[in-house]
């Protein structure tokens, strides 16, 4: 079995490869500092895994440990993947292509995958809703055009009682209203249309500089709660770093056939 695994800097996603395809997909929130607690806890029953192909935005601490865990569990080696600057159609539009995020890169080489060839022929608007609020836009011939990063839905109210005397972040449940009574509230709606207001305001800058349809997609964690107020139409997309990893490792475990039978004809 080929293991898929997400790490972002909140929780954990896997899933198998089946067919190409990511299957079973399930997620755990992580600790933020040591992770192999919640691996044992999660992964303690998981049996005849053969690979372990991770898109790993949690930092090189985090990678460490599942390296170890891995390795003292199973005997496998992660393969941790990287930015490229181009492959599976896409060319990075970064000049250090390595320092696009890893869960940026999936997410373009999966919406590359589910719209090539597809009826809709114009460029593609990525909005990432997790930790970080991220924006990509993919031209129609694979072109990555660039994106923007701002804090999160959870990020944003932890900035303001971090530098602001009289705001907890914690006091209460995450709530919201257009007009709130109290000061959690207040914090939380300003967040949501803070970020509502950056995702529309975006959305239609890059849809009047493309000239042409703009599809929109949106995946993270947040997502449903971003859904109902955003201005246009988008695909919800929930597994969209999975779906990137799994085309990955199905290209990749396509070269490992290829070389195993070369290496036997000799």
Known sequence: MILLVDIGNS?????????????DVKAMVRGKTGIKRVLTKAWKDLEGVSRVVVANAGGPKVAEQLQEWSQKHWQIVPE??????????????YSKPETLGIDRWLELVAVRQRYRGSAHKGAIYIVDCGTAITIDVLATDGKH??????PGLTMMPKLLADNTAGIDETAETWEYSLLAST????VNGGALYAAIAFIDRVSADVAAEVRGDLKRVITGGDAPRMLP???????????????????VARDTSKVRREADVDCAAQ
Do not use: C, M, Q
């Open 80 to 93: 941790f993947l990287t930015s490229r600057s181009n492959g599976y159609g896409i060319r990075n539009a």
């Open 229 to 247: 107020l955003l201005r246009d139409k988008y695909e919800h997309l929930p597994d969209l770093v999975l779906w990137g990893l799994a085309r």
């Open 183 to 186: 000061t959690s509230a207040a």
């Open 11 to 23: 929780r954990i996603k896997w899933a198998r490869l089946d067919g190409g395809k990511p299957a």
């Open 145 to 150: 055009l660039g994106g923007l990063i701002v």
